[in-house]
């Protein structure tokens, strides 16, 4: 049996989950589905980003030692996944054992190489980043991701070579053009290679100025630096430090799952330190476009009091409508904005007039013709199209999760949705029942139950439980017929 082993980013855990985090999650949710039902061994991993001056400083504002704090927010994380109906197979957390061995492995085989070596930094770092931006890079002394201000510091580190492996790298993505998806954070990361000498990556901190971290194995005095140290739970999580046979099964992962935010740190940092342990990079980055909120498209905040709960989203709107908005709203890639009344848009007009209704029409239809027994299709005049398209449907919404297309794939979804409500329309089967024609009416009503199993079974990689409501009406001989999956939001209530 193939293997195929995706992640998604470790999230820091000095703020409570939001609907960015989640948007990440539920789209590698839908793809370690899809390859599970392709019949592939899935490991689908998903974790916390625990060290760092972040997780020290928010622990330290409530009183708690930083395990005490992460331990806190992990909880909500856990949870979170669960409510979202998330399939993770494993959750790593950068302060267990089996993470913080592999870290010092890699850091000793690294020093022991001569890729990591010891050098004094005079120069601009971003707390909030955790990031140096040497003098050259930091004008006017603001972060240039995140546009705060920056300190001034001094002290005696640990680099890595990045320097040495940037022709290797850039070589790599010549050869590799579906490295990094799509196609338009490719060009911005091979630009970041081609266009400047890389600096090398400082990856340690004196303990003094922030202790939270991995201990660097050769120095007393630093621990690791928070990038370094939670990228290398990629390979930590598959046995890199304790179990060679599951490290060399699972390992290159097929695709990491970040945000464009990451981009830098995945698509540049992370396979330069794979090459230099000998280890293949990972087979693909997808990266995500961000959801921003409200008309003025603002970045979801604390202190602008503006960040979205999804538990709470999931809660309003039902865990399915919420997974099919992220992912049908927006091309993946591509930002996005995010409010209540587009959800609500979207659930009154593609899950309730279109699927819902579809679904209801057909139940209702099949009980008021036929007392609830299923009919056999006849097959007396084949809609040609509507089976055309139940026939080439699979192959469509798997080249388009091929290329992390979600809202592509769904939109094929749809097309086959819309088809049959339209033939409902055209055909009349309330005249068909009126003039007599039981056999038209028969073959019609068992082609619509066909389209309804056939998307049903789309999607049920996106809306596990929707999808599962379907099967089981139509499960059996005789229909069972419930409440309308998606009861219309009256917008004036
Ligand atoms: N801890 C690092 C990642 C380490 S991976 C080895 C980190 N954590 S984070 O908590 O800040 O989460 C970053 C990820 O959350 C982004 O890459 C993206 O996947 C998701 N999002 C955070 N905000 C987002 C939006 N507003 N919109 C969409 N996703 C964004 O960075």
């Not at 039981?438 to 389209?451: G, P, T, Y």
Request: glycine fraction near 4%; include cysteine; charge should be neutral.
């Amino acid at each position: 049996m193939s293997k195929f082993y995706l992640t998604t980013p470790l999230y820091y855990v000095n703020a409570a989950p939001h609907i960015g985090h989640s948007y990440t999650n539920i789209a590698a949710d839908v793809l370690a589905r899809y390859k599970r039902k392709s019949g592939f061994e899935v490991l689908f991993l998903t974790g916390t980003d625990e060290h760092g001056q972040k997780v020290e400083r928010s622990a330290i504002e409530a009183e708690l030692s930083p395990l005490e704090f992460a331990n806190k927010t992990v909880g909500k994380f856990k949870d979170l996944w669960q409510k979202l109906s998330i399939s993770n197979d494993d959750f790593i957390r950068t302060t267990e054992l089996r993470h913080t061995k592999a870290v010092q492995k890699a850091l000793v085989i690294l020093y022991k190489k001569g890729d990591i070596y010891e050098a004094k930094y005079e120069g601009w770092y971003c707390t909030p980043c955790e990031t140096f931006w040497p003098q050259t890079q930091g004008p006017e002394q603001i972060c240039p991701d995140c546009k705060r201000k920056l300190e001034e510091i001094s002290e005696t580190n640990f680099f890595f070579k990045l320097s040495k492996y940037q022709d290797w790298l850039t070589d790599y993505f010549k050869a590799h053009p579906d490295f990094v998806l799509p196609g338009f954070r490719y060009n911005e990361a091979l630009s970041f290679i081609t266009q400047q000498k890389l600096e090398d990556l400082c990856i340690s901190r004196p303990k003094a100025r922030m202790g939270w971290g991995i201990e660097v194995p050769f120095s007393k005095e630093h621990v690791t630096y928070v990038w370094f140290d939670a990228l290398i739970n990629y390979i930590s999580a598959v046995g890199f430090e304790n179990d060679q046979n599951k490290f060399k099964k699972f390992w290159p992962a097929d695709v990491h799952f970040i945000g464009k935010d990451i981009l830098r740190q995945h698509a540049i940092y992370w396979p330069i330190m794979l090459r230099a342990l000998d280890l293949e990079p990972p087979y693909k980055i997808a990266a995500h476009g961000w959801w921003l909120i409200g008309k003025s498209q603002e970045k979801m905040s604390k202190s602008k009091g503006n960040v979205i709960d999804p538990a709470e989203m999931a809660e309003k709107f039902g865990v399915d409508a919420y997974r099919y908005f992220l992912l049908r709203d927006v091309p993946f890639g591509l930002d996005g904005t995010f409010s209540e009344s587009s959800i609500i848009k979207r659930y009154n007009s593609d899950l309730a007039n279109d699927l819902g209704n579809l679904v209801y029409r057909t139940l209702t239809m099949v009980e008021k013709y036929y007392s609830g027994a299923v009919p056999k299709a006849l097959n007396l005049a084949p809609n040609s199209i509507i089976r055309n398209k139940i026939a080439v449907l699979s192959e469509e919404v798997e080249k388009f999760l091929q290329r992390f297309e979600f809202s592509a794939s769904l939109e094929a979804i749809w097309g086959l949705i819309n088809l049959a409500n339209k033939h409902v329309e055209e055909t009349k089967p309330w005249n068909l029942a009126k003039e007599n024609k039981a056999e038209e009416l028969k073959d019609f009503i068992a082609l619509l139950v066909e389209v309804i199993k056939k998307v049903a079974e789309e999607l049920s990689c996106f809306m596990p439980e929707t999808a599962g409501k379907i099967e089981k009406q139509f499960a059996k001989d005789k229909i069972i017929k419930g409440q309308p999956l998606f009861p219309r939001i009256d917008v004036t209530k």
